[in-house]
Protein backbone atom coordinates (compact mmCIF):
# COMPACT_ATOMS: atom_id res chain seq x y z
CA UNK A 1 0.00 0.00 0.00
CA UNK A 2 2.21 2.58 0.39
CA UNK A 3 1.43 5.25 -1.22
CA UNK A 4 -2.17 5.64 -3.51
CA UNK A 5 -3.66 2.16 -2.41
CA UNK A 6 -7.61 1.96 -2.85
CA UNK A 7 -8.28 5.24 -4.36
CA UNK A 8 -4.70 4.85 -5.94
CA UNK A 9 -6.55 4.41 -8.20
CA UNK A 10 -8.61 7.37 -8.12
CA UNK A 11 -5.57 9.53 -7.87
CA UNK A 12 -3.80 7.54 -11.23
CA UNK A 13 -3.86 10.40 -13.32
CA UNK A 14 -3.47 10.96 -17.36
CA UNK A 15 -0.02 10.94 -17.76
CA UNK A 16 0.47 13.92 -19.04
CA UNK A 17 4.20 14.98 -18.45
CA UNK A 18 7.10 13.00 -19.67
CA UNK A 19 10.19 14.03 -18.39
CA UNK A 20 13.29 14.05 -20.85
CA UNK A 21 16.42 14.75 -17.54
CA UNK A 22 16.36 13.05 -14.43
CA UNK A 23 14.40 14.86 -11.54
CA UNK A 24 12.51 18.19 -11.98
CA UNK A 25 9.14 16.76 -10.89
CA UNK A 26 5.92 17.71 -8.42
CA UNK A 27 3.20 16.29 -6.39
CA UNK A 28 0.29 15.54 -5.81
CA UNK A 29 -3.77 15.70 -5.47
CA UNK A 30 -5.78 18.17 -2.53
CA UNK A 31 -7.78 18.12 -0.05
CA UNK A 32 -11.51 19.37 -0.20
CA UNK A 33 -14.35 18.72 2.20
CA UNK A 34 -17.28 19.90 0.79
CA UNK A 35 -16.70 23.37 -0.07
CA UNK A 36 -13.78 23.82 2.57
CA UNK A 37 -10.20 23.20 2.33
CA UNK A 38 -9.12 20.73 4.89
CA UNK A 39 -5.10 21.70 5.66
CA UNK A 40 -3.54 18.22 5.11
CA UNK A 41 0.04 18.38 6.41
CA UNK A 42 0.84 22.02 5.27
CA UNK A 43 0.55 25.20 5.91
CA UNK A 44 -0.85 27.21 3.01
CA UNK A 45 -4.09 30.06 2.71
CA UNK A 46 -6.35 29.01 0.03
CA UNK A 47 -8.01 31.76 -1.92
CA UNK A 48 -9.41 30.38 -4.91
CA UNK A 49 -12.70 31.53 -3.92
CA UNK A 50 -11.10 35.04 -5.28
CA UNK A 51 -10.69 34.11 -8.65
CA UNK A 52 -13.33 31.32 -9.11
CA UNK A 53 -17.46 30.26 -8.62
CA UNK A 54 -17.81 28.36 -5.17
CA UNK A 55 -21.26 26.60 -6.39
CA UNK A 56 -23.52 24.68 -4.39
CA UNK A 57 -25.95 21.45 -5.37
CA UNK A 58 -29.13 24.26 -4.19
CA UNK A 59 -27.52 26.89 -5.82
CA UNK A 60 -29.17 28.53 -8.84
CA UNK A 61 -27.31 27.66 -12.16
CA UNK A 62 -24.46 30.40 -12.69
CA UNK A 63 -24.00 32.12 -15.80
CA UNK A 64 -20.67 32.09 -17.36
CA UNK A 65 -22.17 32.83 -21.04
CA UNK A 66 -20.30 35.86 -20.65
CA UNK A 67 -16.73 34.40 -19.86
CA UNK A 68 -14.41 33.49 -22.81
CA UNK A 69 -12.93 30.23 -23.51
CA UNK A 70 -9.19 29.68 -22.71
CA UNK A 71 -6.72 30.17 -25.17
CA UNK A 72 -3.97 27.61 -26.41
CA UNK A 73 -2.46 26.46 -29.64
CA UNK A 74 -3.88 25.82 -32.81
CA UNK A 75 -6.05 22.22 -33.29
CA UNK A 76 -3.04 21.20 -35.61
CA UNK A 77 -0.36 22.26 -33.23
CA UNK A 78 -1.85 20.33 -30.29
CA UNK A 79 -2.51 17.16 -32.71
CA UNK A 80 1.43 17.54 -33.77
CA UNK A 81 2.25 17.72 -30.14
CA UNK A 82 0.27 14.79 -28.90
CA UNK A 83 1.61 12.47 -32.11
CA UNK A 84 5.23 13.61 -31.90
CA UNK A 85 5.17 13.00 -28.00
CA UNK A 86 6.14 16.40 -27.54
CA UNK A 87 2.79 17.05 -25.41
CA UNK A 88 4.08 14.51 -22.88
CA UNK A 89 7.26 16.44 -22.14
CA UNK A 90 8.21 18.76 -19.21
CA UNK A 91 9.38 21.90 -21.38
CA UNK A 92 6.31 21.56 -23.40
CA UNK A 93 3.96 22.16 -20.47
CA UNK A 94 6.61 25.23 -19.42
CA UNK A 95 5.86 26.44 -22.93
CA UNK A 96 2.13 26.51 -23.22
CA UNK A 97 2.73 27.94 -19.67
CA UNK A 98 4.56 31.07 -20.39
CA UNK A 99 3.19 32.20 -24.12
CA UNK A 100 -0.28 31.09 -22.79
CA UNK A 101 -1.03 31.49 -18.98
CA UNK A 102 -2.52 29.40 -16.32
CA UNK A 103 -5.68 27.41 -18.30
CA UNK A 104 -4.81 26.73 -21.42
CA UNK A 105 -6.88 25.08 -24.60
CA UNK A 106 -5.92 22.00 -26.65
CA UNK A 107 -7.55 19.30 -28.24
CA UNK A 108 -6.41 15.52 -28.92
CA UNK A 109 -8.97 13.58 -29.98
CA UNK A 110 -11.37 15.93 -27.75
CA UNK A 111 -11.34 18.86 -25.67
CA UNK A 112 -9.08 19.13 -23.48
CA UNK A 113 -7.55 21.87 -20.41
CA UNK A 114 -4.50 22.19 -18.92
CA UNK A 115 -4.28 24.19 -15.78
CA UNK A 116 -1.03 24.67 -13.86
CA UNK A 117 -2.01 26.91 -10.61
CA UNK A 118 -3.33 24.80 -8.11
CA UNK A 119 -5.60 27.71 -6.92
CA UNK A 120 -7.33 27.69 -10.40
CA UNK A 121 -8.37 23.31 -10.06
CA UNK A 122 -8.90 23.79 -6.15
CA UNK A 123 -11.77 26.05 -7.54
CA UNK A 124 -13.02 23.83 -10.09
CA UNK A 125 -12.91 20.93 -7.02
CA UNK A 126 -15.44 22.93 -5.34
CA UNK A 127 -17.75 23.06 -8.21
CA UNK A 128 -18.23 19.69 -7.79
CA UNK A 129 -20.43 19.85 -4.31
CA UNK A 130 -20.58 17.56 -1.67
CA UNK A 131 -20.45 14.15 -4.44
CA UNK A 132 -17.53 14.72 -6.69
CA UNK A 133 -17.08 12.95 -9.16
CA UNK A 134 -12.86 12.08 -8.45
CA UNK A 135 -10.38 11.23 -11.33
CA UNK A 136 -10.74 7.99 -11.82
CA UNK A 137 -14.35 7.66 -13.38
CA UNK A 138 -12.86 8.51 -16.33
CA UNK A 139 -10.62 6.13 -17.00
CA UNK A 140 -12.90 4.24 -19.46
CA UNK A 141 -10.75 1.13 -19.98
CA UNK A 142 -11.91 0.07 -16.47
CA UNK A 143 -15.05 0.75 -16.57
CA UNK A 144 -15.93 -0.62 -20.70
CA UNK A 145 -13.96 -4.40 -18.25
CA UNK A 146 -16.42 -4.00 -15.05
CA UNK A 147 -19.35 -3.67 -17.38
CA UNK A 148 -18.42 -6.40 -19.15
CA UNK A 149 -17.29 -8.28 -16.11
CA UNK A 150 -19.77 -7.15 -13.64
CA UNK A 151 -22.32 -4.89 -14.90
CA UNK A 152 -24.74 -5.07 -11.80
CA UNK A 153 -21.53 -4.60 -8.92
CA UNK A 154 -19.08 -2.08 -10.56
CA UNK A 155 -15.97 -1.04 -8.10
CA UNK A 156 -15.96 2.07 -5.77
CA UNK A 157 -13.66 3.67 -7.63
CA UNK A 158 -16.35 4.05 -10.88
CA UNK A 159 -19.08 5.03 -9.22
CA UNK A 160 -20.64 8.54 -8.49
CA UNK A 161 -22.80 10.38 -6.32
CA UNK A 162 -25.37 8.37 -3.80
CA UNK A 163 -23.66 5.47 -5.06
CA UNK A 164 -20.62 5.89 -4.61
CA UNK A 165 -21.13 7.58 -0.90
CA UNK A 166 -22.61 4.20 1.03
CA UNK A 167 -19.62 2.01 0.04
CA UNK A 168 -17.15 4.86 0.60
CA UNK A 169 -18.68 5.07 3.82
CA UNK A 170 -18.37 1.41 4.59
CA UNK A 171 -14.84 1.11 3.16
CA UNK A 172 -12.98 3.67 5.21
CA UNK A 173 -14.16 2.67 8.35
CA UNK A 174 -11.54 0.22 9.44
CA UNK A 175 -9.14 2.04 7.31
CA UNK A 176 -9.04 5.88 7.14
CA UNK A 177 -8.73 6.94 10.98
CA UNK A 178 -5.42 7.33 12.56
CA UNK A 179 -6.36 4.25 15.31
CA UNK A 180 -7.23 1.80 12.36
CA UNK A 181 -4.26 2.86 10.25
CA UNK A 182 -2.40 2.06 13.34
CA UNK A 183 -3.91 -1.59 14.13
CA UNK A 184 -2.12 -2.75 10.55
CA UNK A 185 1.17 -1.85 12.01
CA UNK A 186 2.54 -4.91 13.62
CA UNK A 187 2.05 -6.96 10.14
CA UNK A 188 3.74 -3.96 8.14
CA UNK A 189 6.64 -4.11 10.48
CA UNK A 190 7.20 -7.83 9.66
CA UNK A 191 7.01 -7.39 6.38
CA UNK A 192 9.50 -4.35 5.83
CA UNK A 193 11.76 -6.74 8.59
CA UNK A 194 11.52 -9.61 5.92
CA UNK A 195 12.31 -7.30 2.93
CA UNK A 196 16.00 -6.00 4.75
CA UNK A 197 16.32 -9.58 5.21
CA UNK A 198 15.78 -10.63 1.49
CA UNK A 199 18.58 -8.02 0.86
CA UNK A 200 21.05 -9.81 2.75
CA UNK A 201 20.84 -12.59 0.42
CA UNK A 202 20.59 -10.23 -2.17
CA UNK A 203 22.74 -7.34 -2.07
CA UNK A 204 21.49 -5.90 -5.93
CA UNK A 205 18.14 -7.26 -6.44
CA UNK A 206 16.25 -6.49 -9.82
CA UNK A 207 14.90 -3.36 -8.19
CA UNK A 208 11.68 -3.23 -9.89
CA UNK A 209 10.90 -6.70 -9.00
CA UNK A 210 12.08 -6.72 -5.26
CA UNK A 211 9.64 -3.61 -4.52
CA UNK A 212 7.00 -4.47 -5.90
CA UNK A 213 7.02 -7.64 -4.11
CA UNK A 214 7.52 -5.58 -0.58
CA UNK A 215 4.35 -3.23 -1.94
CA UNK A 216 2.17 -6.56 -2.83
CA UNK A 217 3.20 -8.14 0.51
CA UNK A 218 2.29 -5.14 2.91
CA UNK A 219 -1.28 -5.04 0.59
CA UNK A 220 -2.10 -8.19 1.18
CA UNK A 221 -0.91 -8.21 5.19
CA UNK A 222 -3.07 -5.36 5.61
CA UNK A 223 -6.25 -6.80 3.46
CA UNK A 224 -5.70 -10.35 3.54
CA UNK A 225 -3.69 -11.01 6.93
CA UNK A 226 -1.70 -12.96 4.71
CA UNK A 227 1.56 -13.85 3.50
CA UNK A 228 2.49 -14.54 -0.01
CA UNK A 229 5.76 -15.68 0.05
CA UNK A 230 7.14 -13.44 -2.35
CA UNK A 231 10.16 -11.97 0.37
CA UNK A 232 11.61 -15.61 1.41
CA UNK A 233 15.28 -15.55 1.29
CA UNK A 234 15.94 -19.29 0.00
CA UNK A 235 13.78 -18.48 -3.38
CA UNK A 236 15.02 -20.52 -6.06
CA UNK A 237 12.12 -21.83 -7.93
CA UNK A 238 11.56 -19.28 -10.77
CA UNK A 239 8.12 -20.99 -11.83
CA UNK A 240 4.86 -18.55 -12.07
CA UNK A 241 3.18 -18.77 -9.14
CA UNK A 242 0.05 -17.35 -8.54
CA UNK A 243 1.36 -14.75 -6.81
CA UNK A 244 4.35 -13.62 -9.20
CA UNK A 245 1.38 -13.94 -11.98
CA UNK A 246 -0.97 -11.31 -9.95
CA UNK A 247 1.98 -8.66 -9.45
CA UNK A 248 3.20 -9.01 -13.27
CA UNK A 249 -0.77 -8.78 -14.56
CA UNK A 250 -1.04 -6.10 -12.76
CA UNK A 251 1.59 -4.18 -13.65
CA UNK A 252 0.87 -4.89 -17.71
CA UNK A 253 -2.85 -4.17 -16.71
CA UNK A 254 -1.48 -0.31 -15.53
CA UNK A 255 0.82 0.19 -18.31
CA UNK A 256 -2.60 -1.05 -21.50
CA UNK A 257 -4.44 1.36 -19.45
CA UNK A 258 -2.02 4.62 -20.13
CA UNK A 259 -1.81 3.51 -23.57
CA UNK A 260 -5.59 3.54 -24.43
CA UNK A 261 -6.11 6.70 -22.38
CA UNK A 262 -6.01 8.89 -25.01
CA UNK A 263 -7.73 6.70 -27.54
CA UNK A 264 -10.06 8.70 -29.76
CA UNK A 265 -13.84 7.94 -28.51
CA UNK A 266 -14.76 6.02 -32.16
CA UNK A 267 -13.09 3.04 -31.15
CA UNK A 268 -14.13 2.90 -27.23
CA UNK A 269 -16.83 0.05 -27.95
CA UNK A 270 -15.82 -3.06 -26.73
CA UNK A 271 -16.71 -4.43 -30.42
CA UNK A 272 -14.35 -2.17 -31.89
CA UNK A 273 -11.30 -2.64 -29.42
CA UNK A 274 -11.31 -6.49 -29.42
CA UNK A 275 -9.23 -5.45 -32.91
CA UNK A 276 -6.56 -3.47 -30.42
CA UNK A 277 -3.87 -5.84 -29.19
CA UNK A 278 -3.10 -3.10 -26.57
CA UNK A 279 -6.77 -3.98 -25.11
CA UNK A 280 -6.49 -7.83 -25.87
CA UNK A 281 -3.18 -7.42 -23.35
CA UNK A 282 -5.30 -5.54 -20.56
CA UNK A 283 -8.55 -7.81 -20.92
CA UNK A 284 -6.36 -10.61 -20.33
CA UNK A 285 -4.18 -9.21 -17.46
CA UNK A 286 -7.15 -7.90 -15.72
CA UNK A 287 -8.85 -11.83 -15.86
CA UNK A 288 -6.48 -13.15 -14.46
CA UNK A 289 -5.72 -10.82 -11.57
CA UNK A 290 -10.09 -11.18 -11.13
CA UNK A 291 -8.99 -14.56 -11.17
CA UNK A 292 -6.50 -15.14 -8.92
CA UNK A 293 -7.77 -12.18 -6.54
CA UNK A 294 -11.02 -14.27 -6.13
CA UNK A 295 -9.78 -17.17 -4.96
CA UNK A 296 -7.46 -15.30 -2.21
CA UNK A 297 -10.55 -13.45 -1.07
CA UNK A 298 -12.81 -16.89 -0.94
CA UNK A 299 -9.64 -18.06 1.11
CA UNK A 300 -9.93 -14.96 3.34
CA UNK A 301 -13.34 -15.29 3.89
CA UNK A 302 -13.02 -19.15 5.24
CA UNK A 303 -10.31 -18.15 7.58
CA UNK A 304 -12.03 -15.18 8.84
CA UNK A 305 -8.63 -13.27 10.69
CA UNK A 306 -9.62 -11.02 13.17
CA UNK A 307 -7.07 -8.25 11.88
CA UNK A 308 -7.66 -8.78 7.82
CA UNK A 309 -9.41 -5.61 7.00
CA UNK A 310 -11.29 -8.00 4.56
CA UNK A 311 -13.05 -9.90 8.21
CA UNK A 312 -13.87 -6.15 9.28
CA UNK A 313 -15.37 -5.16 6.44
CA UNK A 314 -17.64 -8.47 6.43
CA UNK A 315 -18.38 -7.92 9.73
CA UNK A 316 -19.23 -4.34 9.20
CA UNK A 317 -22.24 -5.48 7.37
CA UNK A 318 -22.76 -2.38 4.95
CA UNK A 319 -21.93 -3.97 2.00
CA UNK A 320 -22.62 -7.27 -0.01
CA UNK A 321 -20.17 -10.08 -0.70
CA UNK A 322 -19.87 -9.70 -4.39
CA UNK A 323 -19.63 -5.72 -3.25
CA UNK A 324 -16.85 -6.75 -0.55
CA UNK A 325 -15.03 -9.27 -3.16
CA UNK A 326 -15.49 -6.82 -6.19
CA UNK A 327 -13.56 -3.73 -4.49
CA UNK A 328 -11.02 -5.86 -2.89
CA UNK A 329 -9.68 -7.74 -5.42
CA UNK A 330 -9.57 -4.01 -7.06
CA UNK A 331 -7.31 -2.78 -4.22
CA UNK A 332 -5.68 -5.88 -4.81
CA UNK A 333 -4.30 -5.08 -7.87
CA UNK A 334 -4.54 -0.97 -7.44
CA UNK A 335 -1.32 -1.57 -4.78
CA UNK A 336 1.09 -3.06 -6.65
CA UNK A 337 2.86 -0.33 -9.58
CA UNK A 338 1.81 3.16 -7.70
CA UNK A 339 3.40 2.04 -4.37
CA UNK A 340 6.62 0.59 -6.01
CA UNK A 341 7.25 2.97 -7.80
CA UNK A 342 6.94 5.86 -5.14
CA UNK A 343 9.42 3.82 -3.31
CA UNK A 344 11.44 3.15 -6.35
CA UNK A 345 12.08 7.16 -6.82
CA UNK A 346 12.92 7.60 -2.59
CA UNK A 347 15.59 5.18 -2.57
CA UNK A 348 17.02 6.02 -5.79
CA UNK A 349 17.58 9.64 -4.75
CA UNK A 350 19.24 8.20 -1.61
CA UNK A 351 21.61 6.11 -3.34
CA UNK A 352 22.39 9.45 -5.25
CA UNK A 353 23.22 11.39 -2.26
CA UNK A 354 25.10 9.40 0.50
CA UNK A 355 25.21 12.69 2.70
CA UNK A 356 21.72 12.79 2.62
CA UNK A 357 21.18 9.07 2.96
CA UNK A 358 23.56 9.78 6.03
CA UNK A 359 21.54 12.56 7.88
CA UNK A 360 18.21 10.72 7.59
CA UNK A 361 20.34 7.32 8.85
CA UNK A 362 20.98 9.42 12.04
CA UNK A 363 18.07 10.65 12.37
CA UNK A 364 16.05 7.45 12.49
CA UNK A 365 18.67 6.15 14.32
CA UNK A 366 18.36 8.80 16.99
CA UNK A 367 14.40 8.53 17.29
CA UNK A 368 13.17 5.19 16.96
CA UNK A 369 14.22 1.68 17.73
CA UNK A 370 11.56 -0.52 15.68
CA UNK A 371 9.32 0.68 12.98
CA UNK A 372 7.43 4.04 12.29
CA UNK A 373 4.02 4.17 13.38
CA UNK A 374 1.46 7.49 12.22
CA UNK A 375 1.80 9.48 15.74
CA UNK A 376 5.59 9.36 15.70
CA UNK A 377 5.98 10.41 12.53
CA UNK A 378 6.12 13.96 13.61
CA UNK A 379 9.26 13.27 15.70
CA UNK A 380 11.37 12.98 11.86
CA UNK A 381 11.37 16.03 10.18
CA UNK A 382 14.18 15.29 8.18
CA UNK A 383 11.92 12.45 7.31
CA UNK A 384 9.26 14.52 6.05
CA UNK A 385 11.28 16.84 4.16
CA UNK A 386 13.11 14.25 2.10
CA UNK A 387 10.27 12.62 1.56
CA UNK A 388 8.72 16.60 -0.06
CA UNK A 389 11.45 16.61 -1.89
CA UNK A 390 11.15 13.24 -3.86
CA UNK A 391 7.21 14.04 -4.34
CA UNK A 392 8.41 17.56 -6.10
CA UNK A 393 11.11 16.11 -8.21
CA UNK A 394 9.85 12.56 -8.78
CA UNK A 395 5.98 11.99 -7.90
CA UNK A 396 4.57 8.80 -8.86
CA UNK A 397 1.98 10.84 -10.58
CA UNK A 398 1.91 14.19 -11.64
CA UNK A 399 -1.63 15.88 -11.30
CA UNK A 400 -5.32 15.00 -11.45
CA UNK A 401 -7.78 15.17 -13.97
CA UNK A 402 -11.72 15.68 -13.80
CA UNK A 403 -14.09 15.38 -16.73
CA UNK A 404 -17.79 17.08 -15.75
CA UNK A 405 -21.20 17.02 -16.80
CA UNK A 406 -21.74 20.86 -16.72
CA UNK A 407 -19.88 24.05 -17.47
CA UNK A 408 -16.99 25.33 -14.61
CA UNK A 409 -15.40 28.63 -14.30
CA UNK A 410 -11.63 27.89 -14.15
CA UNK A 411 -10.04 31.69 -12.95
CA UNK A 412 -11.58 34.23 -15.76
CA UNK A 413 -12.47 31.31 -18.24
CA UNK A 414 -15.16 28.83 -19.03
CA UNK A 415 -14.52 25.16 -19.31
CA UNK A 416 -16.87 23.84 -21.47
CA UNK A 417 -18.93 20.35 -19.89
CA UNK A 418 -17.43 17.01 -21.25
CA UNK A 419 -14.10 18.00 -21.26
CA UNK A 420 -11.16 17.03 -20.51
CA UNK A 421 -9.66 19.04 -17.73
CA UNK A 422 -6.12 18.24 -16.43
CA UNK A 423 -3.97 19.85 -13.53
CA UNK A 424 -0.09 19.65 -14.40
CA UNK A 425 2.04 20.10 -11.11
CA UNK A 426 5.46 19.90 -13.06
CA UNK A 427 5.16 23.48 -14.06
CA UNK A 428 5.06 25.15 -10.64
CA UNK A 429 7.14 22.73 -8.94
CA UNK A 430 10.28 23.40 -11.08
CA UNK A 431 9.21 27.04 -11.21
CA UNK A 432 13.01 28.50 -9.76
CA UNK A 433 11.21 31.44 -8.98
CA UNK A 434 8.64 30.02 -7.04
CA UNK A 435 10.97 27.31 -5.49
CA UNK A 436 14.17 30.02 -4.96
CA UNK A 437 16.29 28.01 -5.83
CA UNK A 438 17.54 25.74 -9.25
CA UNK A 439 14.82 23.02 -9.37
CA UNK A 440 17.18 20.33 -10.48
CA UNK A 441 19.05 20.32 -7.38
CA UNK A 442 17.62 18.11 -4.37
CA UNK A 443 17.33 20.43 -1.10
CA UNK A 444 15.02 18.45 1.40
CA UNK A 445 16.36 21.51 3.90
CA UNK A 446 14.10 24.00 1.95
CA UNK A 447 11.05 22.10 3.16
CA UNK A 448 12.57 22.62 6.81
CA UNK A 449 12.94 26.04 6.63
CA UNK A 450 9.26 26.49 5.18
CA UNK A 451 8.42 24.34 8.67
CA UNK A 452 10.08 27.40 10.72
CA UNK A 453 7.70 29.96 8.59
CA UNK A 454 6.15 31.89 10.76
CA UNK A 455 2.39 34.14 9.56
CA UNK A 456 1.97 32.25 6.54
CA UNK A 457 -1.24 33.38 5.91
CA UNK A 458 0.40 37.15 5.70
CA UNK A 459 2.83 36.37 3.17
CA UNK A 460 2.89 36.37 -0.34
CA UNK A 461 1.77 33.28 -1.80
CA UNK A 462 3.97 33.37 -4.33
CA UNK A 463 7.39 34.71 -2.65
CA UNK A 464 10.35 32.49 -1.62
CA UNK A 465 11.15 32.97 2.16
CA UNK A 466 14.24 33.93 3.56
CA UNK A 467 14.20 31.95 6.95
CA UNK A 468 16.82 32.59 10.19
CA UNK A 469 19.44 29.70 10.24
CA UNK A 470 19.48 28.33 7.04
CA UNK A 471 21.67 28.90 3.89
CA UNK A 472 18.33 27.63 1.37
CA UNK A 473 15.26 29.96 1.02
CA UNK A 474 11.54 28.55 1.74
CA UNK A 475 9.67 27.99 -1.41
CA UNK A 476 7.02 30.13 -1.82
CA UNK A 477 3.99 29.08 0.19
CA UNK A 478 1.73 27.79 -3.37
CA UNK A 479 4.45 25.15 -3.30
CA UNK A 480 2.99 24.29 -0.45
CA UNK A 481 -0.72 24.19 -1.14
CA UNK A 482 -2.79 21.28 -0.67
CA UNK A 483 -2.74 19.81 -4.11
CA UNK A 484 1.22 20.06 -4.16
CA UNK A 485 1.89 18.30 -0.88
CA UNK A 486 0.51 14.85 -0.53
CA UNK A 487 0.24 12.09 -3.22
CA UNK A 488 -3.03 10.31 -1.61
CA UNK A 489 -5.25 12.61 -3.29
CA UNK A 490 -7.65 15.14 -1.23
CA UNK A 491 -11.50 16.00 -0.25
CA UNK A 492 -13.78 13.13 -0.01
CA UNK A 493 -12.61 10.81 -2.88
CA UNK A 494 -8.89 11.32 -1.56
CA UNK A 495 -7.01 7.91 -1.08
CA UNK A 496 -8.95 5.60 1.59
CA UNK A 497 -5.78 3.76 2.86
CA UNK A 498 -3.96 7.03 2.70
CA UNK A 499 -2.58 6.86 6.24
CA UNK A 500 -1.70 3.12 6.19
CA UNK A 501 0.22 3.94 3.28
CA UNK A 502 2.04 6.73 4.82
CA UNK A 503 2.92 4.49 7.62
CA UNK A 504 3.95 1.46 5.09
CA UNK A 505 6.30 4.48 3.08
CA UNK A 506 7.90 5.13 6.23
CA UNK A 507 8.53 1.72 8.03
CA UNK A 508 9.89 0.46 4.93
CA UNK A 509 12.30 3.40 4.20
CA UNK A 510 13.09 3.77 8.42
CA UNK A 511 14.40 -0.17 7.99
CA UNK A 512 16.22 -0.33 5.16
CA UNK A 513 18.44 3.40 5.56
CA UNK A 514 18.88 1.85 8.94
CA UNK A 515 20.09 -1.54 7.96
CA UNK A 516 22.03 -1.20 4.71
CA UNK A 517 24.13 1.71 3.23
CA UNK A 518 23.14 1.46 -0.88
CA UNK A 519 24.82 2.83 -3.64
CA UNK A 520 24.65 3.15 -7.21
CA UNK A 521 26.06 0.25 -8.79
CA UNK A 522 27.39 1.11 -11.57
CA UNK A 523 28.00 4.66 -9.93
CA UNK A 524 26.80 6.66 -13.15
CA UNK A 525 23.62 5.50 -14.40
CA UNK A 526 21.19 8.00 -16.86
CA UNK A 527 17.64 7.69 -15.35
CA UNK A 528 14.94 9.35 -16.91
CA UNK A 529 11.15 9.72 -15.56
CA UNK A 530 8.89 8.66 -18.34
CA UNK A 531 5.08 8.21 -18.46
CA UNK A 532 3.56 4.38 -18.73
CA UNK A 533 0.38 6.04 -16.45
CA UNK A 534 2.60 6.58 -13.94
CA UNK A 535 5.85 8.51 -13.68
CA UNK A 536 8.54 5.00 -13.61
CA UNK A 537 12.79 5.40 -13.69
CA UNK A 538 13.48 4.88 -16.97
CA UNK A 539 15.63 2.00 -16.78
CA UNK A 540 14.98 1.05 -13.38
CA UNK A 541 18.18 2.31 -11.49
CA UNK A 542 20.74 -0.44 -10.50
CA UNK A 543 21.14 -0.25 -6.46
CA UNK A 544 23.52 -1.94 -4.17
CA UNK A 545 22.90 -2.65 -0.25
CA UNK A 546 25.73 -2.73 1.94
CA UNK A 547 25.08 -3.82 5.84
CA UNK A 548 25.36 -0.80 7.96
CA UNK A 549 28.32 -1.19 10.72
CA UNK A 550 26.48 0.48 13.64
Not at 270 to 298: A, C, H, Q, Y
Not at 314 to 335: I, K, S
Not at 525 to 540: G, H, M, S
Request: proline share 8%.
Amino acid sequence: MAIPFASRMTNLVLPTIRQVRPGLATSSPLFVANANIVHFNCRYNSTATATTTTTSKDADPVDLSSLPTPPGPSKWESVRAVLSGEFTQVPYAQKLYREHGNVVRLWAFQEMYNIFDPEIFMGILRQEWALPYGAAPNMWPFQVYYKQKCADTMPLMLLQGEEWKTPRHAMQTHMFSPKAADSYQPGINQVVKDASSYLKYNPKPDLNEFLMNVSFEMLAQVLLDRRMGLLRTDQNDKSMTDEKQFVESAVVAFHALGELLLTPDIIKSPTILRFFPVWNKLETSMDRVWDIGMKWLEQAEQEQSEVAFFTKLEAQGQMDRQERLVNLVTFLQAGVDTTSNSLAWAVLELARRPKVQERLRQELNETIDEGVDYHRQYKLPYLKAFMREVQRRSPAAVGNMRKLPYDVQAGDYVLQKDSLILWNQDVYATDPDLLGGDPNEFIPDRWLAYDQVENVKELNPRQPIAVDGFDVLAPAPILSHPLMTTAFGVGPRMCVGSRVAQNEMHSFLSQIVRDYEFEMDPPEQEIQRVAKLLQVPDPFPQIRFHPYSK
